[in-house]
């Protein structure tokens, strides 16, 4: 596939580096050439700088033969711009682009018409900040994927002492709970991935990934280990774009919030734009601040301001002075392999978030939705099932008998409205919603073609 | 210095670079020629050290770093020349000496064109097709078509390619993948030679002679299977062909795929260096015309306007074919085709030399300097096509040319205490470092008179203009074994 990346920052240059790893044809446009010249020397693209919105700019990048166009530089206008220019000269198939301004969102329509083009509107802030309510609604688990528009979703847990699973072989799961279907996807142990089988015996510290319908995935988890109560305190380092949208959504789920910024105009802001949230001046690596405001009282603390260094320190802070549950937004891929194992009980890598999300567009199939885990090296994928036994190679196949490839896992499905927790006799029907957990990356491709329908036979 | 890695991807080169002792194989038993032996051993040899290399060390993962490229690129050319050398050694018709089999060997693949073989024309025809493809591979670089057909070099292949094409700006890839970009440069590369070929065939060359000259046309070598060169074939016509590829070779192979890829010749025209290089060429050849007739060397005008723009064009764009030779040309008229070699072809072509782009930055400044005198004050920025050269790329051009003369001069010197005199040795060492071929004085014809020592200085001559200076050279510095 012909793509062409407008914008070398944190979301362009991370899904460059994804999508050309997985053989496409990337182009990468940016104003800073320099930036450029370090991403050409480590990952396999080609480098246009300039303003991408430029016709000739475009042209360069290759936009006559581009199937997509991703635009996610810093401005919204740029953007918006980049995708007219396209429509308009290169006729380019797909465009996606980076909407951060509420002032453009409220009004969805301008980017249905004409005028602005635009096919899927990202906004990484948006993923992310539903992420990491996600988490802080499901205070033991690790990660938290929504499938299915929230029906299903995909959680992973550390198992502790505790749970009753532990030390059980997975068969057991089913005399535990009764009532409550769940699917083990995948168990990391040590960095090593296991493909459970109904005799694999969860074991401490195992990172279990599973499948559940939304209402019973807290009595899964609690199979696992000691449940925590839900939160009610929560305490952000930072006020910025993210921050502020979490506060908002906390705030309206009835959480108490404190907001520590120590730039004091943005402060201002945020304290301005919310009601109920008490916004702190100062620094979050601030041990006196801190204890003054009762960190050890604190359910939560999250440390999302855009510096790594400052997130992982504060969020190491807190947990040493108390904070029941600390997470610290990392953007840094080495930073996230090195903090996985620490006292950091999530880590959250926002490039992992947003890159899934714009992969969901790109894969072939019909992908609904995509989220990249352990560190991009997993996927888990909701595709649709299209045709019929003959066009399609899953439709009217029982799951047992479908070339799956290894590592390769049918966690449920969505039919209609109702959930069914794949079992080895179920078999997928047309139109099924089928969400799949695959351990290495590298199967994609083949999962991708067997979604797709046979053309010969549409 | 990852030494494993490194050993792991020359490995893996090796092994490619043993297919291409198949051909000769094969031309060997269909012309009945006897020398079939050294091909076989030298393909089997050059096999297995390959995949000893390969197997021993394929368990390693790690990238590709800097260092590890240059030592890859620098240290295949060096094998290269060494393996490559095993057929012209141990064959019964030349006899050669292990130095005479290496020079052989590095001036084909480096495509220099000089040479040591005396009585061309009655040589196995497996040992003349054997020169002119070291230099075919050479050409657009082996490294390149490494690349091209190897993806598990991946982002690594950048390093390697960077370390392999010439030219002062290495960073545009035709294509977003690398591997892409090295297709497209060889499939042009294979394209332009197969037209070649075609066009001598057309012009009365046997089918042995057109592919063999083609290879040495394309590459911009100087090969040919015949003592007398393209002399032998004494035709306006091949004459013409050899004219008509030798330039386009040595235009930067970017604009033939621009041009090919919109299908029009815009490309070419909105291109200083381009420009630069033809009409320069032709004014050379011009010049050269225009003093050939006044100082009455050759008789019927015919002849002369023929040797005139077939020799100019020939060793401006450095690959050294000679019809009568130019070292007997009457007065300035040897010495200044001799500098022309210097500026060479353009940036990202088969020529050696220093380049046209670098030329034109060089003048650009000079001229800037001399503005600048004029107007003190003024905001003069380095441009080329319209477009301001950024000081990284202004101030590499002046390292890359102070260091060019300095190594001319220096190696010049160490030539001459190997026991040459004046003339042969700086225009050996200049031919040599150029990648150009025949010399003057004692080296106008081959260069079998040269001592042993003085073969290998040429040698590594050769490989410094091939691999420009910097990438050679950095394997001398303490940084570089410095961990």
């Known amino acids: ?458 | 210095m990852q030494y494993r890695v490194v050993m792991k991807i020359v490995g893996v080169l090796l092994v490619m670079f043993s297919t291409t002792l198949i051909p000769p194989v094969l031309l060997s038993y269909l012309y009945n020629d006897g020398a079939s032996g050294p091909f076989i051993i030298a393909f089997f040899s050059t096999l297995l050290t390959g995949t000893v290399l390969w197997l021993f060390n394929n368990d390693v993962s790690q990238d590709m770093r800097y260092r590890d490229g240059f030592m890859v690129v620098v240290l295949f050319w060096t094998v290269l020349a060494l393996y490559g050398a095993i057929p012209l050694y141990l064959v019964h018709k030349p006899l050669l000496s292990f130095t005479d089999a290496v020079f052989e060997s590095m001036s084909g693949l480096t495509t220099t064109g000089a040479t040591v073989l005396e009585g061309l024309d009655v040589l196995p025809e497996s040992v003349r097709y054997y020169r002119q493809q070291l230099q075919w591979l050479g050409g657009m670089g082996i490294i390149v078509l490494a690349v091209a057909v190897m993806p598990m070099l991946g982002v690594g292949g950048m390093q390697l390619f960077r370390a392999e094409t010439p030219g002062p700006m290495k960073d545009t890839k035709l294509t977003p993948r690398i591997t892409e970009t090295a297709k497209a440069l060889w499939y042009i590369y294979l394209g332009l030679t197969v037209a070649c070929a075609l066009s001598y065939r057309l012009a009365g060359m046997s089918w042995f002679d057109a592919v063999a000259h083609s290879f040495s046309t394309v590459a911009i070598g100087g090969f040919s299977t015949h003592d007398a060169s393209l002399g032998y074939f004494d035709s306006a016509a091949v004459d013409m062909v050899a004219i008509v590829f030798m330039l386009i070779a040595g235009v930067n192979f970017t604009l033939h795929f621009l041009a090919w890829q919109t299908k029009s010749l815009a490309a070419y025209a909105h291109d200083n260096e381009v420009v630069v290089f033809l009409v320069g060429t032709l004014a050379a050849a011009v010049f050269a015309i225009v003093m050939l007739g006044v100082y009455q060397a050759y008789s019927d005008p015919v002849d002369l306007i023929r040797q005139g723009l077939l020799q100019t064009v020939s060793i401006a764009t450095t690959t050294g074919f000679t019809t009568g030779g130019y070292h007997w040309w009457p007065s300035f008229l040897p010495v200044f085709l001799l500098l022309l070699s210097f500026i060479g072809g353009c940036a990202g072509s088969t020529a050696g030399g220093i380049k046209v782009m670098r030329i034109v930055l060089l003048y650009r400044q000079w001229r800037r300097e001399i503005v600048r005198l004029i107007h003190p004050n003024a905001m003069l920025p380095l441009k080329l096509g319209g477009k301001p050269v950024s000081d990284t790329v202004s101030n590499a051009v002046w390292g890359f040319f102070s260091l060019y003369m300095l190594s001319f001069a220096v190696l010049g010197v160490v030539m001459s205490a190997t026991g040459e005199d004046w003339i042969t040795a700086f225009s050996a060492v200049a031919a040599c470092l150029n990648n150009l071929g025949p010399g003057l004085g004692d080296v106008a014809q081959n260069y079998s008179s040269v001592s042993t020592w003085g073969k290998w200085v040429l040698c590594f001559s050769m490989l410094l203009g091939r691999l420009e200076l910097f990438t050679l050279l950095v394997l001398f510095s303490g940084a570089f074994w410095r961990s």
């Open chain 1, 1 to 458: 596939m012909k793509i062409i990346i407008l914008g070398a920052g944190q979301v362009g240059a991370s899904t460059a580096e994804v999508l050309s790893g997985e053989a496409n044809d990337v182009t990468l446009v940016d104003i800073d050439a320099n930036q450029l010249r370090q991403l050409q020397d480590r990952l396999d693209i080609r480098t246009v700088p300039g303003n991408a919105a430029y016709p000739d700019v475009l042209s360069r990048a290759g936009a006559e033969d581009a199937d997509l166009l991703l635009a996610v530089t810093n401005s919204d206008e740029i953007n918006m711009v980049a995708c007219t220019v396209a429509s308009a000269l290169f006729d380019t198939p797909t465009k996606m682009a980076r909407i951060r301004a509420q002032e453009y969102l409220a009004y969805r329509e301008i980017f249905d018409g004409d005028a602005f083009p635009i096919d899927v509107l990202i906004s990484p802030e948006q993923i992310l900040t539903n992420h990491i309510m996600r988490l802080v609604e499901y205070p033991s688990a690790i990660q938290v994927l929504d499938f299915a528009g929230g029906r299903i979703q995909l959680a992973g847990v550390r198992a502790y002492e505790g749970g009753p699973m532990v030390g059980h072989p997975l068969s057991e799961l089913k005399d535990h709970m009764p009532n409550v279907e769940a699917r083990v996807a995948a168990i990391y142990r040590t960095d090593k991935v296991i493909t459970p089988t109904a005799r694999t015996v969860v074991k401490q510290k195992d990172e279990v990934f599973f499948v559940a319908a939304r209402e019973n995935l807290n009595d899964v988890i609690s199979e696992m280990r000691n449940v925590d109560h839900s939160a009610k305190r929560v305490m952000l380092a930072g006020g910025g774009n993210i921050g502020f949208r979490l506060a908002t959504n906390l705030e309206r789920k009835g959480y108490s919030v404190k907001i520590i910024e120590r730039n004091p105009a943005c402060a201002e802001g945020v304290a301005d734009r919310l009601d109920n949230t008490v916004v702190l001046l100062g620094d979050a690596a601030d041990e006196e601040l801190l204890k003054q405001e009762n960190i050890d009282s604190m359910d939560v603390f999250c440390a999302v301001t855009n510096n790594d260094e400052a997130n992982i320190l504060s969020a190491l802070l807190a947990k040493r002075l108390g904070a029941h549950r600390v997470m610290a937004l990392i953007n840094r891929a080495v930073y996230v392999e090195l903090f996985e194992e620490s006292d950091l009980d999530v880590v959250i890598s926002p490039r992992l978030a947003t890159v899934g999300s714009i992969l969901a567009h790109i894969r072939r199939g019909d992908i609904v939705a995509l989220h990249s885990l352990r560190g991009g090296r997993a996927e888990a994928i909701e595709a649709i099932a299209h045709g019929d036994q003959d066009s399609s190679r899953v439709v009217g196949r029982k799951v047992r008998d479908l070339p799956l490839p290894p590592g390769t896992v049918i966690g449920a499905i969505l039919r209609g409205e109702e959930v069914l927790i794949a079992h080895k006799d179920t078999v997928v029907e047309s139109e099924d919603h089928v969400i799949l957990f695959v351990v290495d990356k590298k199967f994609i491709a083949e999962v991708e073609r067997l979604f797709q329908v046979d053309v010969l036979y549409l």
